[in-house]
């Protein structure tokens, strides 16, 4: 295996040529920390705005915190990589995805060997594209059971669960909560991803009435 020199974070997500095996990719050197492999090529990240930056570090304190005092599962993010099929396909590295108890064997040593129970992209102006289209695609057809997307610069967020192997756009019920299909009795409001500062993730752990 050759390596091809090594591109910078840009704003787009950048494409190397550097086409090598799911196994090879895994042993790629930190400087391909935060890449993934769609259809065999090793694809570098696109560079993250500051509100991305925020929006995964609440998620992911707010759902790691919950999901160690309720045992629900395991939650990660980027740059740890969910290989969607187990013989081909693209393996992604998700902002924050929840992997429940019921599907732990799926943990292994230095990836995620199968969907997520649930995955959160949070959209960066480069990576709209990606995780509306592609990404939306191959969590679809990976039969990952729930995807967030959050688009802080647009403050949309869009919540799908999949049926029938297809996923379906649910909206927040009348008082603007949103309760996620795979993490039993967890909730938001999405109106509290654009407040600055985000809330207090000990105040939500609270209103959720877990602690």
Same mark, same amino acid.
């Given at each position: 295996?050759?390596?091809?020199?090594?591109?910078?974070?840009?704003?787009?997500?950048?494409?190397?040529?550097?086409?090598?095996?799911?196994?090879?990719?895994? !042993?790629?050197?930190?400087e391909y920390r935060h890449a993934e492999w769609v259809n065999g090529e090793v694809v570098m990240m696109a560079a993250v705005t500051t509100d991305h930056g925020l929006i995964t570090y609440w998620f992911a304190r707010l759902l790691g915190d919950y999901c160690e005092i309720t045992k629900l599962g395991t939650v990660l993010g980027e740059p740890v990589q969910m290989k969607l099929v187990a013989t081909s396909g693209s393996g992604r590295a998700p902002d924050v995805f929840v992997v429940l108890k019921a599907n732990e064997s799926r943990v292994q040593k230095q990836f995620i060997n199968g969907p997520a129970d649930w995955v959160i992209e949070v959209i960066s102006p480069g990576t709209r594209r990606v995780d509306?289209?592609?990404?939306? !695609?191959?969590?679809e057809r990976g039969g990952?059971?729930?995807?967030?997307?959050?688009?802080?610069?647009?403050? !949309?967020?869009?919540?799908?669960?999949?049926?029938?192997?297809?996923?379906e756009e649910h909206e927040?019920?009348? !008082?603007?909560?949103?309760?996620?299909?795979?993490?039993d009795g967890f909730w938001i409001k999405p109106a509290w991803l654009w407040q600055r500062?985000?809330?207090?993730?000990?105040?939500?752990?609270?209103?959720?009435?877990?602690?």
């Open positions: 295996m050759s390596l091809a020199p090594v591109p910078s974070l840009d704003v787009f997500p950048r494409r190397t040529g550097l086409r090598v095996s799911y196994d090879e990719f895994l !042993q790629l050197g930190d509306r289209i592609d990404k939306f !695609q191959e969590y990952g059971p729930e995807y967030w997307i959050i688009d802080p610069e647009r403050k !949309q967020a869009e919540f799908y669960r999949l049926s029938n192997g297809r996923y927040p019920d009348a !008082q603007g909560v949103y309760h996620s299909s795979s993490v500062p985000l809330p207090s993730t000990i105040d939500v752990l609270r209103e959720m009435k877990v602690i």
